[in-house]
Structure formats: structure tokens, C-alpha cells
């Protein structure tokens, strides 16, 4: 068993790589694009999936299952909904070597398969609001180089579908789910995430707006789109003649048909992939406690020669008493009394795995009626402490929760610093080639996103005292979002907006950035 070969500073793909194979969460597979999932990450994503279905389930949202398939003529139905999609959507066109009447495409996502049904289904506005979700997984057959969990030909998530009788009724719940978005990365992967709107350019094109939850990758210095919440708007239901009786209507007034307001929103495993990007080191991973599957593992250490096996076998014991106190409270643990692993290999295998906590227990630890704790977050001297056996049921879940709040201020701390406020175009680039996105007075319009696009983006530098990786070409910044949260300082119709080539007044604060 040996360690991550490379650092995540020098060569962070081979790293992440690396640390998801070792730490036993992914295997690669023959078909170029896809992964396996290990049950190390499979844990993860039904974690996640527990705790939103627990959410969703309180709003009324129920789970179903649609057809993996859509016909062709059915697919092509919402025209801006498929322009820029197009070319990644999977064909099924053979049975055998009976070449099919007509191609059928793999779902994309599933609009135009549940929308139909929607229309059949929803006669009264009584039948509203509909909302429905599946958890499944679907196919866009990306060109781009594949990542994992990042970026895959296939991938798990969650689509929810929902109709509304008016604007106000869908927009409540937009805001609703992309709150439980957020909470999942901070409060279970110990993620921050930025929320806001997408621009017009960036948002889904069939759609009205979209919201978002944006992350920040520091090894990479690039944002990542976390989960979107979309406002489809009227524009599904007119396409798929989702209506309902005005129930405003009086006696045998006569008013036309209401087109339903719809919702969509979808959070996959790339979850898993920012988790472990921005928590792993060169150790390997390293799991937030509320998501991993051994959340302790103990470890019988100060075992020699001169031990009698009576000694052996009472330490044993009391490791197994200890593993079904901490059990008993909730805390997932795990013992390794394996025979001819010494401590320093199963401390390497901890490590390589994500172990939030390790106890090391052994006849100095037993005489003294304390564990040594060392926390997987904090390597080293500084991340062990001793921790009475009276306490433990109390202090080792404490303890669980102080490395979640801690991976995440590490990880928010890391974001705000790299969270550029400008105000003077000249700083744009070099602190976006320094790692930083960068929040600026924008005019909001797609135009100016080009501009500001090929403006940022690195040429091959040409002078060769540029280190190399810096001489990369690399994509220019594309908007982000337009965080919520916006700060103070622009006057409308006086901020002018931040690229030097636009005339336009600044709208908002909109952040940019290098995205994975
Ligand atoms: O994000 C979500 C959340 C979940 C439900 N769907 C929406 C919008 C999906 C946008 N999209 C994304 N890739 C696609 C790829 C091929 C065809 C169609 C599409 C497509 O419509």
C-alpha cells in the first residue's frame, strides 16, 4: 500500500486521481467518460440523498420514475431548450444488428419526458402544486476532457420537476431548494458555496432565470457551478400545453386557459468531486465527519513481544467494549485489530481513506483510562490529544463536530481570500492569473461577458521566463453569478461598468471567474 505520489501544489490532476483511487472511492472504466462509483463514495451520495429527500419530502415533493429514453420528435419539441445541447445527446439506434425505425435518445435530463405526462396529468388547478423528482442518472456525451465526478459522460443527481399556478408560488420554491443546495455543501461536506443568479448568459437558455450555488476550488483557483435552481417560467408549458382553468373565473364567465409556472432543479455527484478537491491533501482524502462511512477508526498500538497474549487479548476486549460505546452513540466506527499490520500501516491506510478521527489505544492509554485521538484534518503533533475514557461518548462526538466546523472556515477562509472586490479594470487579470475570482460592477449583458471572456484569456506566453504552467493557455473568466449578497457602492445609471471596452452602466456585482 503505498502513498499519493505526486502533491496536489505540483501536479493536481495526477493528484486527484490518485486520491480517489487510493482512498478506494472511484475506478476508472472502459468506456471513456465514465467512472465507477466504490461504496466509499456511494456513502456519500446517499447521505446526501437522505438528507434532501428528508427536505424535499416536507415540501410535498414526491420521488417517481420516468423512462430513460426519449423519441426523437419529443426531444426536438422545446427548441431554445435543446440549442447548445445538441451535440452531446446519446443515440440508442441499433436492437441487435435491426437497425431501429427511429433513433431514441439517452435522457439529458428529463423535461421532455416528464412534460407530456405533465400535460395529461394537471386538469384543475387543484392538481397543483405538481412536484416531482427522480434520482437517476443521465448521459450528455461531453467532448471536454473528463473529470471525475466533475465532469462524466454519465452521472448520478437528482431532477426535480414542478408546476405552480403562478410566478409567485414557483419562485418560492426556487429560493427554497437552492437554501437545502447550500446546506448540503456547508453543513454536510463543509463546503462554502456563493449563492445568486446566473446572467443571461449563462443561465439555462429554456428557462426563465437561474439560480445557483457556486464553489471555489483553491488548488485550481477556479469556481464551479454546485447545483442549479431553475424558473422555467411559462415557456414549458406553452410548449407542452401544461394549462389549467383560470380559478379567478366566475359563473360561466369564459377566460382563457392558464399556462402553469414550472421549476426544475438538479444536484449531482459532482458534490462528491468539490468535496474531496478541496478537503483532500497529499495524504490522501480527507472525508467531512457528517459524510464519512467510519467516521473512528481504533487502532491497538504499544503491542510488542513483551506482551503476553492475556494482555493482547484484554486490550482487544476493551477496544471492542470501546468500538460498541461510540457505536451505541451514533458515531460510526470501526476497529483494526488485524494481526501483521503494524500501526504505522493501518495509520497510512487511514489516512489514505479519509478517517475524520483516529483512537490509538494500547496498554499505556489503558492504564491511564484515555484514548489518543489524532484528527486526520490537522496532521501531525498538533492534531492528537488525549481524551478520558469517562468523556468519551460525550467529548468524541464534540469532536467530530469541531472538524466539520473546521474544514469549512479553513475552506471559507480560503474563498473570501481569494474573493476579489474590484473596482479598477487594470487588476482584473493578473488577479485572476493569481488564483482569485473576482467580483466586479457589471452591466449584466452577454456582449460584454465576451468581451470580458477574450479580454481574460491567456494566450501561450511567448516570453519564456514565465514559469511554464503560467504559460499555459487558458480560458478566459465567464460570469459566475450575481451573488445575492450584494455589496454596497454602485450607483445606478453613474457605475459604469467594469470592462474599459463598455459604454453601459453597471447593473450589479457580478463575480467572474476561471471555472473547472
Ligand atoms: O439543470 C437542470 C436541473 C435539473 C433539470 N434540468 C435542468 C436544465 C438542464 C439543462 N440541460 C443541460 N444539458 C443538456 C444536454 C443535452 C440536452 C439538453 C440539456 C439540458 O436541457
Known amino acids: 500500500l503505498i502513498g499519493i505520489d505526486v502533491s496536489k501544489e505540483e501536479d493536481f490532476p495526477s493528484w ?19 467512472f465507477i462509483l466504490k461504496p466509499a463514495s456511494y456513502f456519500v451520495w446517499e447521505t446526501i440523498q437522505n438528507w434532501f429527500n428528508d427536505k424535499i419530502k416536507k415540501i410535498g415533493v414526491r420521488n417517481c420514475s420516468f423512462p430513460l429514453f426519449v423519441s426523437e420528435d419529443v426531444l426536438q419539441r422545446e427548441k431554445d431548450h435543446i440549442e447548445g445541447f445538441a451535440a452531446e445527446v446519446a443515440w440508442v439506434t441499433h436492437a441487435g444488428n435491426t437497425p431501429l425505425e427511429k433513433k431514441i435518445a439517452i435522457r439529458p435530463t428529463s423535461e421532455t419526458v416528464m412534460y407530456p405526462y405533465y400535460s395529461k396529468w394537471i386538469r384543475s388547478h387543484r392538481d397543483l402544486p405538481l412536484r416531482l423528482n427522480q434520482w437517476n442518472s443521465v448521459v450528455r456525451w461531453e467532448f471536454k476532457h473528463p473529470q471525475p465526478f466533475l465532469r462524466t459522460r454519465e452521472f448520478l443527481w437528482q431532477e426535480g420537476h414542478t408546476a405552480h399556478l403562478t410566478e409567485e408560488g414557483a419562485a418560492e420554491e426556487v429560493l427554497q431548494i437552492l437554501d437545502h443546495y447550500a446546506h448540503v455543501y456547508e453543513d454536510l461536506l463543509a463546503v462554502p458555496v456563493v449563492r445568486g443568479k446566473k446572467t443571461e448568459k449563462e443561465k439555462f437558455a429554456g428557462g426563465y432565470y437561474t439560480t445557483t450555488v457556486e464553489g471555489y476550488i483553491p488548488a485550481t483557483g477556479r469556481g464551479i457551478q454546485g447545483g442549479t435552481s431553475h424558473c422555467l417560467g411559462q415557456n414549458f408549458s406553452k410548449m407542452f400545453n401544461i394549462t389549467v382553468e383560470d380559478p379567478a373565473v366566475r359563473g ?12 426544475s432543479w438538479g444536484l449531482s455527484t459532482r458534490t462528491i468531486g468539490v468535496m474531496v478537491m478541496i478537503h483532500s491533501d497529499n495524504k490522501g482524502l480527507v472525508l467531512p465527519p457528517r459524510v464519512a462511512e467510519v467516521q473512528v477508526a481504533i487502532v491497538p498500538v504499544g503491542v510488542t513481544k513483551a506482551t503476553t497474549e492475556e494482555e493482547r487479548q484484554a486490550l482487544y476486549k476493551e477496544i471492542d467494549e470501546l468500538t ?38 494500547g496498554p499505556g492509554e489503558s492504564k491511564g483510562g484515555f484514548v489518543t485521538a489524532a484528527r486526520r484534518d490537522i496532521p501531525g503533533k498538533d492534531g492528537k490529544s488525549q481524551i478520558e475514557l469517562k468523556n468519551l461518548t460525550t467529548a ?3 469532536l467530530l463536530d469541531t472538524i466539520h466546523n473546521d474544514l469549512f472556515r479553513r475552506a471559507d477562509a480560503q474563498f473570501r481570500e481569494h474573493r476579489k472586490q474590484l473596482t479598477q479594470w487594470d487588476d482584473f487579470v ?11 460592477p457589471h452591466c449584466l449583458t452577454e456582449e460584454c461577458e465576451d468581451q470580458i471572456k477574450d479580454l481574460s484569456a491567456r494566450k501561450a506566453e511567448e516570453n519564456s521566463d514565465v514559469p511554464q504552467d503560467a504559460r499555459a493557455p487558458s480560458m478566459g473568466a465567464k460570469s459566475l453569478c450575481i451573488p445575492f449578497d450584494q455589496p454596497e457602492g454602485i450607483e445606478a445609471g453613474v457605475t459604469k461598468c467594469l470592462n474599459p471596452h463598455c459604454e453601459r452602466f453597471a447593473e450589479k456585482w457580478c463575480m467572474f471567474g476561471r471555472t473547472s
Open 16 to 34: 486527484y486521481q490518485q486520491v480517489l483511487t487510493k482512498g478506494e472511492m472511484l475506478d476508472y472504466y472502459d468506456v471513456s467518460g465514465c
Open 252 to 263: 360561466d364567465e369564459k377566460k382563457p386557459p392558464l399556462y402553469v409556472w414550472q421549476n
Open 324 to 361: 460498541a460505546k461510540l457505536t451505541a452513540v451514533g458515531v460510526r466506527t470501526e476497529s483494526d485489530l488485524r494481526e501483521g499490520y503494524s500501526p504505522g500501516w493501518k495509520f497510512n491506510d487511514l489516512e489514505l481513506r479519509g478517517v475524520p478521527l483516529r483512537l490509538e489505544f
Open 396 to 398: 468524541i462526538p464534540e
Open 430 to 440: 493578473p488577479l485572476l492569473n493569481e488564483k482569485n475570482v473576482l467580483l466586479i
